[in-house]
T-cell receptor
Framework: DAGVTQSPTHLIKTRGQHVTLRCSPI?????VSWYQQVLGQGPQFIFQ???????GRGNFPDRFSARQFPNYSSELNVNALLLGDSALYLC???????????????FGQGTRLTVV | AQSVTQLGSHVSVSEGALVLLRCNYS??????LFWYVQYPNQGLQLLLK??????LVKGINGFEAEFKKSETSFHLTKPSAHMSDAAEYFC?????????????FGQGTTLQVKP
């Protein structure tokens, strides 16, 4: 069974550029969340999408945006890249949004973004 | 607001010794608690989770954790460390009643296992 897949695995961009990261959830999962993990820190929540609607947003600037497609895959977009955006971007999928019966999020391998 | 504090950014144990990684949480509502492991250049793998059932939770690879409400703690233990346990470990909390799956992570603890 395929797990959560993210592409690309590594990416180098220049300050001011735009980047798009992609995530395919586990088959049957309808919820996708995005996290940013800066080196040496724990992951920070960016967005959650469920059934193509935004269900949660973390404390990130408007340069960060995301969307979810009818097949439940998702894209994370970051505009006007800053050096501080360099991080590992993790995607997590789950069956539904949070409830007592659905408590586990499965993470992908991440996309390592380096901004120079 | 919820938060997680992992005590000790680095823990070093000898192979075969007890592993104890500490996690304290802050939550105004009953929380769901998780431990994840991250190997170099990889994503996060769930070790175990507490979702208000049994307070002693057993996970994969011989790890377990005990939810102690009075101490607001969810420490991770393993009786005997193996070299393959060397990795980064993250404690995370989520509101049990939340309608989002937002996880709040601690800063992480690097576990070193010495031969």
């Amino acid at each position: 069974d395929a797990g959560v897949t993210q592409s690309p695995t590594h990416l180098i961009k220049t300050r001011g550029q735009h980047v798009t990261l992609r995530c395919s959830p586990i088959s049957g999962h309808k919820s996708v969340s995005w996290y940013q993990q800066v080196l040496g820190q724990g992951p920070q929540f960016i967005f959650q999408y469920y059934e193509k609607e935004e269900r949660g947003r973390g404390n990130f600037p408007d340069r960060f945006s995301a969307r979810q497609f009818p097949n439940y895959s998702s894209e994370l977009n970051v505009n006007a890249l800053l050096l501080g955006d360099s991080a590992l971007y993790l995607c997590a999928s789950s069956l539904r949004t949070s409830d007592r019966l659905n408590t586990e999020a499965f993470f992908g391998q991440g996309t390592r973004l380096t901004v120079v | 607001a919820q938060s997680v504090t992992q005590l000790g950014s680095h823990v070093s144990v000898s192979e075969g010794a007890l592993v104890l990684l500490r996690c304290n949480y802050s939550s105004s509502v009953p929380p769901y608690l998780f431990w994840y492991v991250q190997y170099p250049n990889q994503g996060l793998q769930l070790l175990l989770k507490y979702t208000s059932a049994a307070t002693l939770v057993k996970g994969i690879n011989g790890f377990e954790a005990e939810f102690k409400k009075s101490e607001t703690s969810f420490h991770l233990t393993k009786p005997s460390a193996h070299m393959s346990d060397a990795a980064e470990y993250f404690c995370a909390v989520r509101r049990g009643s939340s309608n989002t799956g937002k996880l709040i992570f601690g800063q992480g603890t690097t576990l070193q296992v010495k031969p």
